[in-house]
Structure formats: structure tokens, C-alpha cells
């Protein structure tokens, strides 16, 4: 795809959303059931929309809702349940939305105090620590819901619910709230239980609490925050407007740790956003044309780090290097954990996406460590985390999150506090930044060339990708390589891919279906050069053509 003209400059009037129109559409457009862009539909990450195509709406999140209280009452869910929330501008409608219903069934409510922003992996981190409770006490077992679209444009909304183990609910699960959600939106939301939001705040059952202290004393058991304060690094950190910006402060006063904000700015329109690749605004920190306000002070400070809305995600920058690939800070995290955290057992395994770079491969094989290649999804790290019998699990997209010092549960979702902190423990530790590491592991494993590539397809080829296996294929070279494995199942857990995998001595190529866009995904990796790089790509669509068209 080509680069946009204004890709990295900032946004101007031209580019923002009409928030006021959005918000009107919100309360007053009712979404048609008979249309699917219209339903409930539970992705990866929950169901997300915009009130501007009727996808994302107040009746929305009512039937949602009261399809996630009859979920939680079928398998005897009835602990307090938290709400987090984003910067988004629809996030605080679905937000009262949300607690209109919850409050009408008598469900206990957690929400941090003046009305104030939860990032997801603090939503994970309480029901974590509060199941922990619950299991020694008898106390009945909590469960959350998020409203965040993650890092998606500010006319976008998102919910997403996490079961009593922390983490994004199974697809049964989701399955189940879509189906119901959508029975209630047909039945015109009879069934729904509503209490007006005064109402709802003065029920009993809304509960305003401070969730920002007690993640942020937890911290140092997950990351060695006395190193970083007694290294005296200086971080300058961009919440890109996110729902994290009221824990920086927090965090420098607790550990002592000089911390810059450089953007402090918080705005629904996000409109001291830079644009991204395609001309849109998006807070995608993995990006450097959406982080190119943080990468003008690179050299300002000795690390500096951002994240998206909701804080699963993170972005490293460094001195000199820049932005870090995803997969190349995945590398790095998981290579200094292995040599840093002594009381890991060495039982522990390595959790990657099968799109995730061959180099967290070959660290892992350095290190003796067992590796669990997944599909793509955080979903499928949950369970590992939760029983901590995974050390780490990552993707490529530039979420991830891992055990505690001592080897137990921290959270069981993506956590882009930890990984931006760790980035700072890093340096603090071993003197050099994540990119400087990253240089020491290409020399010794060799470089890695990598590309993601979206390109369109019909929903009838959408469909046949499910049909795509060695057979169909039908090829023995890949880019000049003999082709030494065709994977329509993950190798870690033996779930299906959604899409095919193709490995060589050097290289491979992976490709699946978007599950909400009419696109399918091409991801490469050599080991050689870009042009064998570009070689694996251009195979790899003849490949896919060949074998769709057949």
C-alpha cells in the first residue's frame, strides 16, 4: 500500500471527526439486525463499530450488556465486576450505557473513582488479584467488561469482556454473548433491564474505587523498578491521549523515577495525533508515522515509550535506533527475561503468534526453552499465563505480557505498562537500550526481513481459505527453497490457523482472512535479504491465487 503524503505530519482540522454528530448518532440511530454490518460481532477483541454506520450504538451496548449479565448469571459469575474505559469519544456513552444495565441487575460494579480511565491490563490485573483473593476467602469470583476500540480511529467504539481468569473470553463465550445480543436487538430489547444512570449511581451497586494505587505498588513485583530509579534514566513517555496518562505521575512519585510526559494532552477528536500510513488517525504505537510526535525526542532522553488507548500495546524507542519493530523488541524482551528472572522455573515455556518473527525461534532454541506457537490472538496465551506455565507470550502486533518475578500470575491480557517499563529495567540492567541488544542478536543469529501485506478479496475466496492445506497448495519451492513444512494447525496447540503456513531452511510465509474486513493477510519472513523477502510475497500471492481460484 502506498505511503499517504501527510503520513507522520499532524493532524489539522480537516482530519478530525465531528464529535458532537458522532455522539448524536450514538443515542438516536437504532441498528438493523438484518444488516450483519449492523449486529453484534465479536472479533479478536470484542465487538467494535462506529455510531457514523450504525455498528456501534446505545442499543448496542444495552443488549450487550444484559447479554453478558445472563452469561455470567448461567455459570454462577455473581462477584463484583469491573469497568474499564478508554479515551474514545463513544467509550464514555457505552461506559453509562453499560452501567445502566449492570445496575438494573443488580450487579456489583468496580469503577475507578472520579470518573476516572482504566486501561485493560489494570482491568486484568484486578480480577486477577481479586480471584486470588476470593480462592483463599470463598468469596465469589469478579470478571470484567472494557470499552476500548484499542488503537483504532476516534470514531470508533469497542466492548470486550474477560472471564473471571483476566483475560479476552473464548471464542464459546463470545460466540454465546454475540448470539444473545443479537436476539435482544430482534426483540426491539425487550428483556433488557435499564435503570437511568442517576439512578444507577445512587443503586448500591456502583462502586468507586482507586484502581491506580495498588497496580502501581504491585508493579515491583513484575518489574525491577528499584533498578530503574537507582540508574537514574530519564523516560519520556507519550500516552498518546490514552486511558494510562493519570498513572505516570503515580509511578514516578512511588519509585522515584524521573519521568517526562511529553504529551499530556487528552482529547476525544485526538487531534494532536500525527497520521498514520493511509492519511487516518490511529494510536498506533507500533507505527512511526503515528509516533512521530514521540520519535522528535528521541534523543531527549534515554528511553522513550508510548502506548495505545486501552494500554495493551506498546511502543519502544531508543536513542539513535528509533522505533523498534514489534518483533524485534519481542526478541529482546524475551531473550533478557530468560538470563534475568532466577526464580523462573526452567519448565516455563515461550508463548509467539505464528506470524511472530523465526528469531523468538531461535533465542529460544539458544536458551533451551520450550516454544508455543499459536494462532493469532492473545486468547490463546490466557490459559499458559493464568496456570503460569508460560513465561511470556507475545504477538506481533506489539501486545504481550509475562509472570511475575516469582514466576506466578501477573495478568492474564496484554499489558503495555510492564513492557515499557521493562524496556527501562533493560537498560538500567545491562546499560544498553533494546535497540542496541537487538543489534547484538542479528549478529548473532543473523538479520530477519519482515513484511505484513493486506490485500482484497471476494467473500467467496474469503470463504474457501478455510479449504486451503498442503494438497491445495500444491507447490514444493517457496522463493528458490524447498518447502519443508504446509501448517494449517499452530504447532503449539494444535488449533487451526484460519489461513496456511509455509516454512523453508530460510524463510516462510503465512496468510489468512481479516475476521472483519474484506482482506486477507499476508505476513513473511527471510532470513537472507529483502529480495528473497520480496520473492517469499510474490510466491506466496501466486501461491494463494492459484489455490483460491482452483
Request: hydrophobic share 40%; net charge negative.
Amino acid at each position: 500500500m502506498a505511503i499517504h503524503q501527510r503520513a507522520g505530519q499532524t493532524a489539522s482540522q480537516t482530519d478530525l471527526v465531528n464529535i458532537p454528530k458522532l455522539m448524536s448518532h450514538y443515542y438516536s440511530i437504532k441498528p438493523n439486525v438484518d444488516a450483519a454490518e449492523q449486529r453484534v460481532t465479536f472479533g479478536t477483541s470484542g465487538h467494535r463499530g462506529t455510531a457514523f454506520q450504525a455498528s456501534f450504538n446505545q442499543d448496542h451496548i444495552w443488549a450487550i450488556t444484559q447479554a453478558v449479565v445472563d452469561y455470567r448469571q448461567s455459570v454462577n459469575i455473581d462477584g463484583p465486576l469491573f469497568l474499564g474505559i478508554d479515551t474514545h469519544a463513544l467509550s464514555y456513552a457505552a461506559y453509562v450505557s453499560a452501567i445502566e444495565v449492570l445496575a438494573a441487575n443488580k450487579v456489583t460494579v468496580n469503577i475507578q473513582q472520579n470518573d476516572g480511565f482504566t486501561p485493560t491490563p489494570v482491568v486484568s490485573h484486578a480480577i486477577i488479584c481479586a480471584n486470588r483473593e476470593a480462592a483463599l476467602t470463598g468469596a465469589a469470583l469478579s470478571d470484567g467488561l472494557i470499552i476500548t476500540p484499542s488503537h483504532n480511529p476516534p470514531q470508533d467504539g469497542g466492548i470486550k469482556y474477560n472471564p473471571p481468569h483476566g483475560g479476552p473470553a473464548e471464542g464459546n463465550i463470545t460466540a454465546w454473548i454475540e448470539s444473545r445480543a443479537n436476539d435482544y436487538l430482534r426483540a426491539g430489547l425487550k428483556g433488557v433491564n435499564k435503570l437511568a444512570y442517576a439512578d444507577a449511581l445512587t443503586s448500591g451497586c456502583v462502586h468507586a474505587i482507586d484502581l491506580i494505587t495498588p497496580y502501581v505498588a504491585d508493579l515491583v513485583n513484575v518489574v525491577d523498578m528499584h533498578a530503574i530509579a537507582k540508574a537514574k534514566l530519564k523516560l519520556g513517555v507519550d500516552p498518546l491521549g490514552g486511558s494510562g496518562i493519570h498513572y505516570w505521575a503515580p509511578i514516578a512519585k512511588h519509585y522515584g523515577i524521573d519521568i517526562t510526559l511529553v504529551n499530556d494532552k487528552v482529547d476525544p477528536s485526538f487531534s494532536f495525533m500525527s497520521l498514520d500510513k493511509d492519511g487516518k488517525i490511529r494510536m498506533d504505537c507500533s507505527s512511526p508515522y503515528a509516533m512521530a510526535g514521540l520519535l522528535a525526542h528521541k534523543e531527549s532522553f534515554d528511553l522513550c515509550v508510548g502506548n495505545d488507548p486501552d494500554y495493551d500495546r506498546h511502543g519502544i524507542v531508543c536513542p539513535g535506533t528509533g522505533l523498534m519493530d514489534p518483533n524485534h523488541y519481542l526478541a529482546v524482551a524475551i531473550d533478557y527475561l530468560l538470563t534475568h528472572r532466577p526464580q523462573w522455573s526452567e519448565q516455563l515455556a515461550i508463548g509467539k503468534t505464528l506470524v511472530s518473527s523465526a528469531l523468538i525461534d531461535k533465542i529460544c532454541a539458544f536458551h533451551g526453552k520450550k516454544l508455543l506457537e499459536v494462532p493469532v490472538g492473545f486468547k490463546w496465551f490466557v490459559d499458559g499465563l493464568a496456570e503460569a506455565t508460560i513465561a511470556f507470550g507475545g504477538e506481533e502486533s506489539a501486545g504481550a505480557a509475562f509472570l511475575r518475578r516469582d514466576g506466578t500470575t501477573w495478568c492474564t491480557d496484554k499489558d503495555g505498562f510492564i513492557l515499557v517499563l521493562l524496556a527501562a529495567e533493560m537498560l538500567a540492567v545491562t546499560g544498553k537500550t533494546p535497540g542496541q541488544r537487538h543489534q547484538e542478536l542479528v549478529a548473532q543469529f543473523g538479520q530477519s526481513f519482515y513484511k505484513r501485506i493486506d490485500s482484497p478479496i471476494s467473500l467467496e475466496n474469503k470463504a474457501k481459505f478455510a479449504k486451503l492445506n498442503a494438497e491445495t497448495l500444491n507447490a514444493t519451492m517457496l522463493a528458490g527453497e524447498k518447502i519443508d513444512a504446509v501448517l494449517t494447525h499452530a504447532p503449539g496447540n494444535n488449533a487451526s490457523i484460519g489461513g496456511i503456513k509455509v516454512t523453508t531452511a530460510n524463510g516462510w510465509f503465512a496468510a489468512r482472512p481479516s475476521g472483519t474486513e474484506a482482506l486477507f493477510k499476508i505476513y513473511g519472513e527471510s532470513f537472507i535479504s529483502e529480495q528473497h523477502l520480496a520473492d517469499i510475497i510474490k510466491d506466496a500471492q501466486a501461491l494463494i491465487d492459484k489455490a483460491l481460484s482452483a
